[in-house]
C-alpha cells in the first residue's frame, strides 16, 4: 500500500492529557499537510510543510499543538494538555508540488476523543 | 466565513438516475476546484478537479461544471450506483495557494437501489 498512512486510527484520551499522531506521506511527495475535521463539518486547514519546512499555521492551531516533519518524510502532530473541544478527525494529506495545480492525497486519519 | 458552500446536505436519488450536487464559493481568488468522496471512518479521497480557465472537465460518469461568473460548480454523476453513495466535499484553491484547500461541509448522496 504506498498510500498516506496515519497511526494511531483511533485515541481515547483524558482531559490534560498529552497525545501524539504520526503521518507517513506518499514517498515522493514533498507536501504535506494537517486537516482536522469535526461532526458535520468539512476538513479544515491546520498546517503544511513543504519538504521539512513548515509554511503555514491556522489561527486554529493554538499553541498547544505543535507538528513536525524531521527529515521531510513522516510528520507528527502534537497535542498538549487537550481539551473536550480537540475530539475530531485529524486528517492528514500530501502532494508533489510542480508548481501547479496538484491534488491532495488524503490518509484515513486519526479519531481522537477526549473524555 | 464559510468561503465554500454546498447547500443541500443531503441528496437521495435512484440507481440509474442522475445525481447533481452543488457548490458556491465566495473567494475571487479560488481558480482550482476540487470533488472528494468520504466514505465513513475513512479520508477523502479526490474524485475529478476543474482548472479556472476551463469551465466543464469529464471522467468516465463524473462531470464537473464550473461557472465562473455566478461563482458556482456542479458535480454530475451518471448514471448513479449505489457504490456512490458517500458524503461528497467540494474544495477550492486559490492563487498562489500552495495547494491549500478550503472545504465545503458537504453534502451526503444516497442511492436508491
Given at each position: ?15 490534560g ?43 486554529l ?55 | 466565513d ?11 436519488v ?27 471512518a ?8 476543474i ?14 461544471f ?18 456512490d ?29
Amino acid at each position: 500500500d504506498t498510500g498516506v498512512s496515519q497511526d494511531p486510527r483511533h485515541k481515547i484520551t483524558k482531559r490534560g492529557q498529552n497525545v501524539t499522531f504520526r503521518c507517513d506521506p506518499i514517498s515522493e511527495h514533498n507536501r504535506l499537510y494537517w486537516y482536522r475535521q469535526t461532526l458535520g463539518q468539512g476538513p479544515e486547514f491546520l498546517t503544511y510543510f513543504q519538504n521539512e519546512a513548515q509554511l503555514e499555521k491556522s489561527r486554529l492551531l493554538s499553541d498547544r499543538f505543535s507538528a513536525e516533519r524531521p527529515k521531510g518524510s513522516f510528520s507528527t502532530l502534537e497535542i498538549q494538555r487537550t481539551e473536550q473541544g480537540d475530539s475530531a478527525m485529524y486528517l492528514c494529506a500530501s502532494s508533489y508540488s510542480q508548481g501547479g495545480d496538484e491534488k491532495l492525497f488524503f490518509g484515513s486519519g486519526t479519531q481522537l476523543s477526549v473524555l | 466565513d464559510q468561503q465554500v458552500k454546498q447547500n443541500s446536505p443531503s441528496l437521495s436519488v435512484q440507481e440509474g438516475r442522475i445525481s447533481i450536487l452543488n457548490c458556491d464559493y465566495t473567494n475571487s481568488m479560488f481558480d482550482y476546484f476540487l470533488w472528494y468522496k468520504k466514505y465513513p471512518a475513512e479520508g477523502p479521497t479526490f474524485l475529478i478537479s476543474i482548472s479556472s480557465i476551463k469551465d466543464k472537465n469529464e471522467d468516465g460518469r463524473f462531470t464537473v461544471f464550473l461557472n465562473k461568473s455566478a461563482k458556482h460548480l456542479s458535480l454530475h454523476i451518471v448514471p448513479s450506483q449505489p457504490g456512490d453513495s458517500a458524503v461528497y466535499f467540494c474544495a477550492a484553491s486559490a492563487v498562489g495557494g500552495n495547494e491549500k484547500l478550503t472545504f465545503g461541509t458537504g453534502t451526503r448522496l444516497t442511492i436508491i437501489p
